[in-house]
């Protein structure tokens, strides 16, 4: 009885671990986002990116800290022989040591408001290094969709080539049956045979363009060291101009808003203030300046020899208290000559402003070339994809004429595998148009500030 329930026990425990295998076994499907936020998350550039930010970030905290005061300490300790000086500044021929001690503390009053400029000009630096580390993000995310929508088309291309060939099977098989009955010569059947054999070979090569784009996409979120499978999620497309034509707006319409959010036009704004505000730091330099310093002192003096009648080394508490000195004061420096380098130094900076200008004039003009240049792409794309929907229709008809023809033995073979050819290539251009149409439009959607998704 014991036994039964034992072996009941390991067949149910048997069944369930092979009803939880294939689960186990399921590979994950990774959606568009998935992949975007997965490649910001493990990009080693982007982390590279991140390292210049945070160089930024002490940067602006160094000269922020520039109005706190420095304060230093010092110990020294001499030996002298001969003829040496006391504390209370004879000189005599004896040999003895000194131990000194000191503080010193500088903190600038006025600076020709050089450190509040220099202050803002970090933190603008700042801004500007954190819209660069967006930018990258951004660029990254349109690379990953790049990769993600060559996946989807070479997945449509290797559905395409597994079509070939099932009609070309089929057609063995009708061949076979027509040279049976006699209608159609044996050559016939060998060459049908022949473009299956040519099928074969498109549909293994769509399949490893498949694998290609996977490793591309996998290799761009940097999983190539994975072990694990790896594939993506296959997103409904069927009505992609009705699903997307929302995207394809006027260049004006898209362009007016992405020069308001668009990181790298942010990034040029800042680093022009930024530079603005490096000018005025220049300019400090024809100002005075003005420090205020302060600072304690003492020491203690020991004689080995020389000593005269009573005369005896004083105790360490004693001569710290006696040979301390007090000092603060005020340091004003005025600037007269400098060799022209004051000068210089603002002209040049004066320069820098306007190639900043310059720059920032031009990324404008640069997206709105990159705005017109993926609008007139997507609208091609749309025309093409339209076009292509009749292109599809039309040889779909011609092919199943032609199968017709071929079926009652009117036609030769070569002409049943043109019309399959020119179906394919119609099927071809058709899922390379929606892709392509997809793709602009993501683009035109990254421009406009919208997230990508598909």
Same mark, same amino acid.
């Given at each position: 009885?014991?036994?039964?329930?034992l072996?009941?026990?390991?067949?149910?425990?048997?069944?369930?671990?092979?009803?939880?295998?294939?689960?186990?076994?399921?590979?994950?499907?990774?959606?568009?986002?998935?992949?975007?936020?997965?490649?910001?998350?493990h990009?080693?550039?982007?982390?590279?990116?991140?390292?210049?930010?945070?160089?930024?970030?002490?940067?602006?905290?160094?000269?922020?800290?520039?109005?706190?005061?420095?304060?230093?300490?010092?110990?020294?300790q001499?030996?002298?022989?001969?003829?040496?000086?006391?504390?209370?500044?004879?000189?005599?021929?004896?040999?003895?040591?000194?131990?000194?001690?000191?503080?010193?503390?500088?903190?600038?009053?006025?600076?020709?408001?050089?450190?509040?400029?220099?202050?803002?000009a970090?933190?603008?630096?700042?801004?500007?290094?954190?819209?660069?580390l967006?930018?990258?993000?951004?660029?990254?995310?349109?690379?990953?969709t790049?990769?993600?929508?060559q996946?989807?088309?070479?997945?449509?291309?290797?559905?395409?080539?597994?079509?070939q060939?099932?009609?070309?099977?089929?057609?063995?098989?009708?061949?076979?049956?027509?040279?049976?009955?006699?209608?159609?010569?044996?050559?016939?059947?060998?060459?049908?045979?022949?473009?299956?054999?040519?099928?074969e070979?498109?549909?293994?090569?769509?399949?490893?363009?498949?694998?290609?784009?996977?490793?591309?996409l996998?290799?761009?979120?940097?999983?190539?060291?994975?072990?694990?499978?790896?594939?993506?999620?296959?997103?409904?497309?069927?009505?992609?101009?009705?699903?997307?034509?929302?995207?394809?707006?006027?260049?004006?319409?898209?362009?007016?808003?992405?020069?308001?959010?668009?990181p790298?036009?942010?990034?040029?704004?800042?680093?022009?203030?930024?530079?603005?505000?490096?000018l005025?730091?220049?300019?400090a330099?024809?100002?005075?300046?003005?420090?205020?310093?302060?600072?304690?002192?003492?020491?203690?003096?020991?004689?080995?020899?020389?000593?005269?009648?009573?005369?005896?080394?004083?105790?360490?508490?004693?001569?710290?208290?006696?040979?301390?000195?007090?000092?603060?004061?005020?340091?004003?420096?005025?600037?007269?000559?400098?060799?022209?380098?004051?000068?210089?130094?603002?002209r040049?900076?004066?320069?820098n402003?306007v190639?900043?200008e310059?720059?920032?004039?031009?990324?404008?003009?640069?997206?709105?070339?990159?705005?017109q240049?993926?609008?007139?792409?997507?609208?091609? #794309?749309?025309? *093409?994809? $339209?076009?292509? +929907?009749?292109?599809?229709?039309?040889? =779909?008809? @011609?092919? /199943?004429?032609? %199968?017709?023809?071929? #079926?009652a033995? *009117?036609? $030769?073979?070569? +002409?049943?595998?043109?019309?399959?050819? =020119?179906? @394919?290539? /119609?099927?071809? %251009?058709?899922?390379? #148009?929606?892709?392509?149409?997809?793709?602009?439009?993501?683009?035109?959607?990254?421009?406009?500030?919208?997230?990508?998704t598909?």
């Open positions: 009885m014991k036994r039964n329930v072996v009941r026990g390991i067949l149910g425990g048997v069944v369930w671990l092979a009803f939880l295998t294939p689960l186990e076994a399921q590979t994950k499907q990774w959606t568009l986002e998935e992949c975007i936020r997965y490649a910001i998350e990009n080693i550039d982007l982390k590279q990116q991140e390292q210049q930010r945070e160089l930024s970030e002490i940067a602006a905290n160094t000269s922020k800290n520039s109005w706190l005061p420095n304060l230093n300490a010092s110990v020294g001499n030996f002298s022989f001969g003829r040496i000086q006391s504390a209370d500044g004879t000189i005599s021929s004896r040999n003895g040591s000194n131990t000194s001690f000191g503080a010193q503390i500088q903190m600038p009053v006025f600076s020709g408001l050089r450190i509040p400029n220099d202050i803002a970090k933190k603008l630096n700042l801004q500007a290094s954190m819209a660069s967006e930018k990258a993000k951004e660029d990254l995310a349109i690379n990953i790049s990769y993600y929508v996946v989807l088309y070479n997945k449509e291309m290797l559905k395409i080539a597994q079509l060939v099932e009609l070309a099977h089929e057609q063995v098989l009708r061949t076979e049956a027509l040279v049976n009955a006699g209608k159609v010569p044996l050559s016939q059947l060998y060459d049908i045979k022949a473009q299956l054999a040519k099928d070979v498109s549909m293994t090569e769509a399949r490893n363009n498949v694998n290609l784009a996977l490793l591309d996998k290799q761009g979120l940097e999983l190539e060291r994975e072990s694990t499978g790896f594939e993506i999620q296959t997103p409904l497309l069927d009505d992609a101009v009705g699903t997307y034509m929302g995207s394809i707006l006027p260049p004006e319409n898209i362009y007016n808003n992405a020069v308001v959010v668009k790298q036009i942010r990034e040029q704004a800042l680093l022009l203030e930024s530079q603005k505000k490096q005025k730091v220049a300019q330099d024809y100002f005075p300046q003005l420090s205020l310093s302060a600072g304690y002192s003492s020491g203690y003096y020991f004689f080995y020899s020389g000593l005269m009648g009573s005369e005896v080394n004083r105790s360490f508490s004693k001569q710290f208290s006696d040979n301390s000195q007090e000092m603060i004061g005020l340091s004003l420096s005025i600037p007269i000559f400098n060799r022209f380098q004051v000068r210089n130094n603002v040049s900076a004066r320069v402003i190639n900043r310059l720059l920032m004039e031009n990324s404008k003009k640069v997206l709105y070339k990159e705005i240049q993926a609008y007139f792409n997507a609208v091609a #794309a749309q025309e *093409k994809y $339209t076009s292509s +929907e009749k292109s599809v229709l039309a040889s =779909k008809e @011609a092919f /199943s004429y032609a %199968e017709e023809r071929y #079926a033995g *009117k036609s $030769t073979v070569f +002409e049943y595998n043109e019309s399959k050819t =020119k179906y @394919a290539q /119609s099927l071809s %251009e058709q899922v390379q #148009a929606k892709y392509d149409f997809i793709f602009r439009a993501k683009i035109l959607d990254f421009y406009n500030g919208t997230p990508i598909l």
